[in-house]
């Protein structure tokens, strides 16, 4: 990612430092080991059913032999909420997908904790540990959304240029598919979710589908999604070159709550109909956001043009979110290729040495 920097550049200094970047090969390591979670919120169904499937489809394999495209990484499938999966259920005690910061991890824990808790803990161990050299190497999390997004992909960084590239991969693959790269700009540290468990990680989100319901187009779109980021994972690790480039990205600025009742505090509104499935349709100052119950019409006070995602989803009712918006930037990807034997085990040397420093300090 380009840097801000208080140095003054002409416009033709900033594209030759654009292109500089874009031309940049970046070597990272081999993505050996791929997990395909679904289920973590039990009524998000094309998730749970695709996991099915590919458990199925897993096991056939087993008893027939290795296929060829396995030996170039190994895919672990995880159901990742059982519990909340059979009862078809977003969560059983607490929302899973919010118990996956540092602090929870590595929290104490009781007798009486939550389910969701105990699991967490159950991922991380076969996942992660988040944070550590063990972890998975790429997590890919499937979920639903009642909003009409498209297919989204949702990660905490956006330097990442693995997420990036297998974006950019998909929607080349995919071109009549909308899709967007929203990033959530939270330290690593208290990223919450489940693909945070792995080295690289994001969520791909579908929608609009209703939770507790599977439709044919949402579930084809994610199957076709996980089959061609894990193509990707497995050309990368074979040794392709991937060229540089250009990618949007959607950076989230902050959540809006329904208006409320002063005293009941129950929501005095619902999403103004000129807003309605109009995700990632730029949000203007002055333009109708909500439509009060008693038929006036609140406008946006912001200040700038904004992009509203996640519009009137029915999962973050009970989050006090209305919506949240975000602000689009253009951003430049290097090239990249998987590193040589020799590379990763230099690479390794530095990082091995750097951790001896580290312990050396702590020590001190």
């Given at each position: 990612?380009?840097?801000?920097?208080?140095?003054?550049?002409?416009?033709?200094?900033?594209?030759?430092?654009?292109?500089?970047?874009?031309?940049?090969?970046?070597?990272?390591?081999?993505?050996?080991?791929?997990?395909?979670?679904?289920?973590?919120?039990?009524?998000?169904?094309?998730?749970?059913?695709?996991?099915?499937?590919?458990?199925?489809?897993?096991?056939?394999?087993?008893?027939?032999?290795?296929?060829?495209?396995?030996?170039?990484?190994?895919?672990?499938?995880?159901?990742?909420?059982?519990?909340?999966?059979?009862?078809?259920?977003?969560?059983?005690?607490?929302?899973?997908?919010?118990?996956?910061?540092?602090?929870?991890?590595?929290?104490?824990?009781?007798?009486?904790?939550?389910?969701?808790?105990?699991?967490?803990?159950e991922l991380n161990a076969m996942l992660g540990p988040k944070g550590s050299p063990q972890a998975m190497d790429?997590?890919?999390?499937?979920?639903?959304?009642?909003?009409?997004?498209?297919?989204?992909?949702?990660?905490?960084?956006?330097?990442?240029?693995?997420?990036?590239?297998?974006?950019?991969?998909?929607?080349?693959?995919?071109?009549?598919?909308?899709?967007?790269?929203?990033?959530?700009?939270?330290?690593?540290?208290?990223?919450?979710?489940?693909?945070?468990?792995?080295?690289?990680?994001?969520?791909?989100?579908?929608?609009?589908?209703?939770?507790?319901?599977?439709?044919?187009?949402?579930?084809?779109?994610?199957?076709?999604?996980?089959?061609?980021?894990?193509?990707?994972?497995?050309?990368?690790?074979?040794?392709?070159?991937?060229?540089?480039?250009?990618?949007?990205?959607?950076?989230?600025?902050?959540?809006?709550?329904?208006?409320?009742?002063?005293?009941?505090?129950?929501?005095?509104?619902?999403?103004?109909?000129?807003?309605?499935?109009?995700?990632?349709?730029?949000?203007?100052?002055?333009?109708?956001?909500?439509?009060?119950?008693?038929?006036?019409?609140?406008?946006?006070?912001?200040?700038?043009?904004?992009?509203?995602?996640?519009?009137?989803?029915?999962a973050y009712y009970e989050k006090s979110i209305a919506l949240s918006l975000a602000r689009k930037r253009h951003i430049a990807i290097p090239?990249?290729?998987?590193?040589?034997?020799?590379?990763?085990?230099?690479?390794?040397?530095?990082?091995?040495?750097?951790?001896?420093?580290?312990?050396?300090?702590?020590?001190?």
């Amino acid at each position: 990612m380009i840097q801000c920097s208080t140095v003054q550049y002409s416009g033709q200094e900033v594209v030759e430092r654009r292109q500089m970047e874009v031309d940049k090969v970046v070597c990272s390591s081999r993505l050996s080991r791929v997990a395909v979670c679904g289920g973590t919120h039990g009524n998000e169904l094309s998730g749970v059913y695709l996991v099915r499937e590919l458990l199925k489809k897993e096991k056939k394999g087993t008893e027939e032999g290795e296929e060829e495209g396995e030996k170039l990484v190994s895919v672990k499938i995880v159901l990742s909420n059982p519990w909340a999966t059979q009862q078809c259920r977003r969560y059983v005690n607490t929302d899973l997908n919010r118990c996956f910061t540092h602090a929870t991890l590595n929290g104490p824990m009781t007798d009486m904790a939550p389910y969701e808790l105990i699991r967490s803990r159950e991922l991380n161990a076969m996942l992660g540990p988040k944070g550590s050299p063990q972890a998975m190497d790429l997590v890919c999390d499937l979920h639903n959304t009642t909003a009409n997004m498209g297919l989204c992909l949702i990660a905490y960084s956006d330097s990442d240029w693995i997420c990036l590239h297998i974006f950019r991969h998909l929607q080349r693959q995919m071109p009549d598919i909308p899709m967007r790269y929203i990033h959530f700009d939270i330290a690593k540290e208290e990223s919450y979710s489940l693909d945070s468990v792995g080295k690289h990680g994001f969520a791909m989100e579908i929608g609009p589908q209703p939770h507790g319901v599977v439709r044919s187009n949402i579930y084809t779109a994610m199957k076709f999604g996980v089959q061609h980021m894990l193509d990707w994972v497995r050309s990368f690790n074979s040794g392709t070159i991937f060229d540089g480039g250009f990618v949007e990205v959607f950076t989230m600025v902050k959540h809006i709550d329904y208006p409320r009742d002063s005293e009941s505090h129950n929501i005095a509104a619902a999403i103004h109909p000129q807003l309605q499935d109009r995700d990632f349709c730029l949000l203007h100052p002055e333009d109708p956001m909500f439509q009060m119950f008693s038929g006036e019409t609140v406008r946006y006070k912001g200040k700038e043009p904004l992009y509203p995602f996640f519009i009137n989803e029915c999962a973050y009712y009970e989050k006090s979110i209305a919506l949240s918006l975000a602000r689009k930037r253009h951003i430049a990807i290097p090239a990249i290729r998987v590193m040589t034997d020799e590379e990763q085990q230099h690479a390794d040397q530095q990082e091995l040495a750097s951790e001896e420093e580290e312990e050396e300090e702590e020590e001190e």
